[in-house]
């Protein structure tokens, strides 16, 4: 199959946005920075405004409406930004760009988020996509924690504490995490497909193995599972 | 009513009163709901229904361009539920800070209605009970029989407040200012929902700052000041203001800001030359590139607050990012005109 085209080089200038449709109707976001074609999700991830009308200096992205910041290279978020910018590989032939495929959930997730292609593509090697209806029980609490989750597509319901509402996950966050945690082999959570969802299931202590192999952005990725466990505490302690 | 929320962190539970609007209820209950204008006009609220039955209050609120309706998408500040809901929200939410000013109904009337120029006015309301509030916070306000509620930023500062004063800009087709401007104003009853607005300051800040602010955007600015004057800030670090209208026709508040005579205070007049002044300093321009001009290399360690027209909000954010680089946490505001 063809690749979808996305836009001419020239369309964007040297440090400029522009909002295109890739054939076949995806909609998103083509910024030069410096010389270097990089595409983005069309929407801010906090409230849907178009990323279009953002402010942009060549590296960093601004939204207008709240601030929000990223590195368009990496998609990493900076300053007061609480989610990564989902990002699409581009392919250049000649003055035309052309959309390269999907985003990673792995890389628009928020522990391995701008950590660099070759580890991504080293996590990736160690997933395995499933694809799980709407209503399948992923695991719940007291269960064997051996693999962790990332959602690639479709809901899931993701249960902890005494709070029956749980959190409704986007694509690239991660679950299951516990198997990521030395000494724990239990689930101490429960996530439930509440529409019909594809996960990329990765051995949690493969992937600790890998994260030592690379210290750097295994402290990285540590600190951000800290940080993240640690929100989940807000809710313990709420009434 | 029940009403629950999942955010993307935690889910929260409260009551609303029948008729009470979504966003309002949450803030009373100390759920740090998403919000910018309160008022129906900047779609910052935006939910979705998940389960139960809701009210909208204004189907035609311009907010609502930032939905998608057929996702069940509304905005919290303008529905109020009709039964128990439950609804989502996509950002995270974290409970109130402990000991910020409590978000309530709160009710007054208009003391006194004092034109400043040819299209504002001042006015006070007397509060039926005190109220604490953060300087640069604002009340959504609605007055008899005009439909829906309007954010002013309090114009004074006091902790608490038994009479607060705002500045209303008269708008044609505005339905609060002209029944401000009306007449009917001076000894009627108000209701208000607040204090409300993150664009706040407090001294323990430690940080230079920076208003810009264009027409009765000020308001939130001489709040800021009275603050920062009372805490003896002028003293320690810098404080700029930058004030812009169109013409001196335009101007007011000159005798307030000359009371402070250790901050850095300029008018910037975008449509005629600068008068000669030896008590303010009055620039040509828009009050963004003024401040631009004045402010190169006095970007250390800098708070920076605008107010205005949504379009000056725009180009201030513009220079402070882009020219000043001031980081996101550092610049203030709430889009609420």
């Given at each position: ?239 | ?13 409260f009551d609303a009163a029948p008729g009470e609007k979504i966003l309002y209820a949450g803030l009373r209950a ?8 309160a008022t ?17 209050g ?19 500040c303008?529905?109020s ?20 000013p409590r978000v309530m109904s709160r009710s007054g ?16 309301v007397?509060l039926d009970a005190p109220c604490e509030f ?5 009340m959504a306000m609605g007055a ?5 509620l ?14 607060l ?24 009853r108000l209701s208000m929902v607040g204090p409300l ?141």
């Open positions: 199959m063809a690749r979808p085209l996305v836009c001419r080089v020239a369309d964007v200038p040297e440090n400029t946005l522009k909002e295109c449709e890739a054939e076949g109707g995806r909609k998103l976001v083509v910024a030069n920075a410096g010389g270097e074609f990089v595409a983005f999700q069309a929407m801010c991830p906090h409230q849907d405004v178009p990323l279009c009308e953002g402010l942009f200096d060549g590296q960093t992205l601004t939204c207008h409406m709240h601030l929000w910041q990223w590195d368009v290279k990496s998609g990493a978020p900076q300053g007061i930004a609480e989610a990564p910018l989902e990002r699409y590989a581009l392919v250049r032939e000649g003055d035309a760009l052309y959309l390269g495929g999907e985003s990673s959930a792995l890389d628009v997730g928020e522990l391995f988020n701008g950590l660099g292609p070759a580890l991504i593509e080293k996590l990736s090697a160690l997933a395995k996509k499933e694809s799980h209806p709407a209503g399948a029980q992923l695991y719940d609490k007291g269960d064997p924690a051996d693999d962790f989750f990332v959602l690639d597509s479709g809901r899931v319901q993701f249960l902890i504490g005494r709070d029956p509402a749980g959190f409704m996950l986007k694509k690239g966050e991660i679950f299951g995490w516990a198997a990521l945690l030395e000494s724990h082999p239990q689930r101490i959570a429960s996530a439930r497909v509440i529409e019909d969802a594809v996960v990329l299931r990765i051995n949690g202590k493969q992937a600790l193995a890998l994260l030592e192999s690379d210290p750097a952005s295994g402290y990285v990725a540590m600190r951000r599972l800290a940080g993240l466990i640690a929100r989940f505490f807000v809710v313990a302690g709420a009434k | 009513m029940r009403i629950q929320v999942n955010a993307r962190n935690r889910a929260y539970r100390q759920a740090g709901l998403p919000y910018e204008c129906g006009t900047c779609g910052t609220c935006k939910a979705k229904l998940v389960d139960g039955k809701i009210a909208d204004w189907p035609a609120a311009p907010g609502r361009k930032y939905l998608k309706p057929d996702a069940g998408e509304f905005l919290m303008q529905c539920a009709e039964g128990d809901v439950s609804i989502e929200v996509a950002s995270f939410v974290y409970p109130a800070e402990p000991g910020a009337a208009v003391r006194e209605v004092r034109p400043l120029t040819h299209d504002v006015s001042a006015f006070d007397e953060e300087a640069g916070q604002f008899p029989g005009v439909a829906g309007r954010g002013y930023s309090m114009v004074n500062y006091a902790a608490p407040a038994r009479r004063s705002f500045v209303a800009k008269k708008k044609p087709g505005g339905g609060f200012s002209e029944w401000l401007f009306s007449g009917a104003a001076r000894g009627a607005g993150k664009a706040t300051f407090q001294p323990a800040l430690a940080k230079n700052i920076l208003c810009i602010a264009g027409g009765s955007g000020i308001a939130g600015m001489m709040s800021i000041l009275a603050r920062a004057a009372a805490a003896d800030y002028f003293s320690r670090y810098k404080v700029h203001v930058f004030f812009g209208v169109r013409t001196m026709r335009d101007v007011f508040f000159l005798d307030e800001l000359a009371a402070y005579p250790k901050a850095d205070i300029t008018i910037a007049l975008s449509e005629e030359d600068p008068p000669q002044s030896a008590r303010l300093r009055f620039e040509r321009g828009l009050v963004h590139e003024v401040a631009k001009r004045a402010m190169a290399g006095k970007y250390q360690n800098v708070r920076a607050y605008l107010a205005g027209p949504p379009p000056a909000v725009d180009a201030a954010i513009r220079v402070l990012l882009l020219d000043a680089r001031l980081t996101t946490d550092n610049i203030r505001y709430d889009k609420f005109s």
